[in-house]
């Protein structure tokens, strides 16, 4: 199995930046994919940004230019690093190994853009 923990939410102004990090362990060796996903306050979650263990990256159209995904340690630990914020980028955070025997989820961490 894989445990999944984000961290480094929070209250950020519009138009300033966060990071977060998402730390797997277990069977790391296992995950093929890490990605982040949003759920906005009363909507479906969303898949903004991933990162494969080759290193290939994917972007919504709504973070593309804003959002930096980036790992070390061989998706270990994977950050998501979030600029120009805006009110609309509220909502928990979550992340997702895909490895070869399922997905795993973490317990998600909240980020609020307010001014």
């Known amino acids: 199995q894989v445990q999944i923990v984000e961290s480094g939410g929070g209250l950020v102004q519009p138009g300033g930046s966060l990071r977060l990090s998402c730390e797997a362990s277990?069977?790391?060796?296992?995950?093929?994919?890490i990605d982040w996903y949003h759920q906005a306050p009363g909507k479906q979650r969303e898949m903004v940004a991933s990162?494969?263990?080759?290193?290939?990256?994917y972007y919504s159209d709504t973070v593309k230019g804003r959002f930096t995904i980036s790992s070390d340690n061989r998706l270990k630990t994977v950050y998501l690093q979030m600029n120009s914020l805006k009110p609309e980028d509220t909502g928990v955070y979550y992340c997702?190994?895909?490895?070869?025997?399922?997905?795993?989820w973490g317990q998600g961490t909240q980020v609020t853009v307010s001014s």
């Open positions: 277990g069977r790391i060796f296992s995950i093929v994919v």
């Open positions: 997702k190994g895909d490895t070869t025997t399922g997905d795993y």
């Open positions: 990162i494969s263990s080759g290193g290939s990256t």
